[in-house]
């Protein structure tokens, strides 16, 4: 079965760096789209970054493009989100989420929850002043 294993994150301060990844397994991972996308407390889950895994093409909210940065590591069939920079309204869940059918990333921008069936359990960001 399809599984998204997420790790790292944690606390850090304001203008601190933290490195997310995701494992994933049960599915052939070349050629899908890869996501990452984060949730506040009392707000609605929100796109950050997304990949295509064949080729590496990806695509970003354009207010953290400058700090965020998707990568992947296809002997590993893991994604990884690198947050630089981080300020305390950035404090949520970060999730990572596989799209299998959608090519959402290729198509559009794959920045929509919508387009993504499996999830990650989940990784707490949490950013302090």
């Known amino acids: 079965q399809v599984q998204l294993v997420q790790s790292g994150g944690g606390s850090v301060q304001t203008g601190g760096s933290l490195r997310l990844s995701c494992a994933a397994s049960g599915y052939t991972y070349t050629s899908k789209c890869m996501g990452w996308f984060r949730q506040a407390p009392g707000k609605e889950r929100e796109g950050v970054a997304s990949?295509?895994?064949?080729?590496?093409?990806?695509n970003y909210v354009d207010s953290l493009k400058s700090r965020f940065t998707i990568s992947q590591d296809n002997a590993k069939n893991t994604v990884n989100l690198q947050m630089n920079s981080l300020k305390p309204e950035e404090t949520a869940m970060y999730y990572c989420a596989a799209d299998l059918l959608n090519l959402g990333c290729v198509l559009r921008t794959g920045l929509s929850p919508g387009e993504y069936a499996y999830w990650g359990q989940g990784t707490q960001v949490t950013v302090s002043s």
């Open positions: 990949i295509y895994t064949s080729g590496g093409s990806t």
